[in-house]
């Protein structure tokens, strides 16, 4: 399990709308296990170690805001399904290796050997 095999999926996903149609109505157990099916595994605490680093970046960086409830990002998660708006509204902001190099910065304890495959 990674964050690795999170911006993998992710960058599949933002390739295949198909696939997002599929795995929008998907809880989070749903989702890891389709997503294991599909050869990316990766844990709870993977996908919030490259969401909110892109979450962080996007509203910092690239729109200039103050990382608070007045974003304009917020609003773009309401009146779609989570899945839809990680992949449409956030990671199709960036690339697979500008997720990656966010997430290094951002979360380096995420990307180590020693927290791949834990779940704590």
């Known amino acids: 399990m990674s964050t690795e095999a999170v911006i993998r ?3 599949a996903a933002c390739d295949d709308p198909p696939l997002v149609g599929r795995f929008n109505t998907y ?4 989702l890891l296990f389709h ?9 709870p ?3 919030a170690s490259v969401v909110g680093p892109l979450e962080y970046t996007l509203v910092t960086e690239r729109f ?12 773009q998660m309401w009146g779609v399904y ?5 992949i449409d509204r956030l990671a199709r902001n960036f690339t697979a290796e500008e997720m990656r190099s966010i997430v290094a910065r951002l979360a380096p304890q995420a990307a180590t050997p020693e927290t791949r495959g834990s779940s704590r």
């Open 27 to 30: 809880a989070l157990p749903e």
């Open 9 to 11: 999926f992710f960058a």
């Open 45 to 47: 605490r993977d996908l």
């Open 82 to 86: 989570h899945f839809e708006y990680v």
């Open 64 to 75: 200039g805001e103050t990382f608070d409830g007045s974003s304009r990002l917020w609003p």
């Open 35 to 43: 997503a294991g099916n599909l050869g990316y595994h990766f844990s």
